[in-house]
């Protein structure tokens, strides 16, 4: 996960909800926008993981980084961006730089967020129980949802998904590498 890009996409979907929102209706969107990406793209916005909570589906990193359980590195840039007041995720400053979102990605958010923009975070749960297969219940606990259960459940062949799956690693790979030539360059 890119921290750096994941702020620009929390940021870009906060300025819509003048830089507050429900953190719930929040990780319902970006896991929306993610699957969207993945089933358009064979990839995600956020290069996030999954879990399966009681309320459905969320995006793993971004939701310990609100409840300020993140990696410490990240963490701290996080903090220094957003807040968690509540129930609600504020942005600290709308002057975020958008410079790694591409136009699909800013296409995917902005359809989301049409579609979904007067939902409440509960009907988001209920949508999202509804409409994604790949979440199923873990009662009181919480399970990972791998992307490969995502790619079934948008009807992609055993091919693609091997493919996708070996793609998204090879990329996180490489993510990883340059991420630790910028830190020894810095």
């Not at 971004?62 to 993140?70: A, E, F, V």
Request: charged share 25%.
């Amino acid at each position: 996960m890119n921290i750096h890009k994941l702020i620009e996409v929390v940021n870009y979907m906060l300025k819509k909800y003048e830089c507050r929102l429900n953190y719930t209706k929040l990780l319902k969107m970006l896991y929306l926008a993610d699957r969207q990406s993945y089933n358009d793209t064979g990839s995600s916005i956020t290069g996030d993981t999954y879990t399966a909570l009681k309320a459905g589906p969320i995006l793993s990193n971004t939701y310990n980084l609100i409840r300020n359980k993140g990696k410490q590195n990240d963490q701290s840039l996080w903090n220094s961006r957003f807040l968690k007041d509540g129930c609600d995720l504020v942005a600290l400053t709308d002057k975020i730089p958008c410079n790694t979102l591409s136009d699909y990605e800013k296409e995917v958010l902005d359809g989301i967020d049409s579609k979904f923009h007067n939902y409440t975070f509960t009907d988001l749960i209920e949508y999202t129980h509804a409409n994604c297969p790949e979440w199923k219940s873990p009662k009181d606990s919480a399970i990972p949802i791998s992307i490969e259960s995502i790619l079934q459940a948008l009807g992609k062949s055993p091919d693609e998904i091997s493919f996708l799956i070996e793609e998204e690693l090879s990329f996180a790979q490489e993510e990883a590498a340059l991420a630790q030539l910028s830190e020894l360059n810095a």
